[in-house]
């Protein structure tokens, strides 16, 4: 993802002209990638540890360091709250945020396989966390965006509480243009200037003054 020091450097000024389409594209069709075998494995032991906890969930993806992790553990306290990123080196820094505990679970694992197969386990989270993916501004990249690729139908699938955080408006325009295609509504609002920051990304955002947004949907 490319910044300026106040923003996103992107060619689109607004909504991609071929958002309709590519959603509707991906709605219409299945993604037939087959599952990693190492995915199947992170994930049946992820399985274990739902199938004991007998709760809520709690899903915080692309959780990076995991710092958000922890922050939505303590403000769900009823929840496994499970974070997932496919990076191993940033998971590896968890530790200076805080413990994780028992009720906080880290796993890295590639999210195109892993919603999936939490879907086909009948996973029903009551809440599911983006925040701050990478949204490649780049016009050309819209189907790289969560809304413009395969896996929008399957998020739409977890249900839950869905939240979104970016600094780019037009990502999270185009996702709630995206969720009102299928029925679903977005709502987006700008976070309070003095909100505490959940992730080192959103930390460095209010540092250098740029305006965080958040999309809020409600998919079951």
Request: aromatic share 8%.
């Amino acid at each position: 993802m490319e910044y300026q020091s106040r923003g996103i450097d992107t060619n689109q000024p607004g909504v991609h002209d071929d958002l309709t389409k590519v959603v509707k594209k991906h709605l219409s069709a299945n993604f037939r990638k087959p599952i990693a075998a190492h995915s199947e494995a992170v994930f049946a032991e992820v399985q274990e540890r739902v199938d004991a906890w007998q709760g809520p969930i709690v899903l915080d993806s692309c959780c990076g360091v995991g710092e958000s992790t922890l922050h939505l553990a303590r403000q769900h306290p009823e929840a496994l709250v499970i974070g997932v990123d496919k990076s191993a080196h940033r998971l590896a820094k968890n530790g200076s945020y805080g413990e994780a505990g028992e009720r906080c679970l880290l796993v890295r694992a590639d999210l195109n396989d892993f919603w999936r197969q939490a879907v086909a386990a009948n996973w029903q989270p009551s809440h599911h966390y983006i925040l701050y993916p990478n949204p490649w501004p780049k016009a050309k990249h819209l189907q790289r965006r969560w809304h413009g690729g395969a896996l929008f139908p399957t998020i739409l699938q977890l249900g839950g509480q869905l939240e979104l955080r970016s600094n780019w408006r037009i990502y999270l325009d185009e996702f709630a243009a995206a969720l009102a295609l299928t029925g679903h509504t977005g709502q987006i609002n700008p976070l309070s200037n003095d909100h505490h920051p959940m992730t080192p990304f959103e930390r460095k955002y209010q540092a250098t003054e740029q305006v965080l947004w958040q999309l809020q949907s409600k998919l079951c």
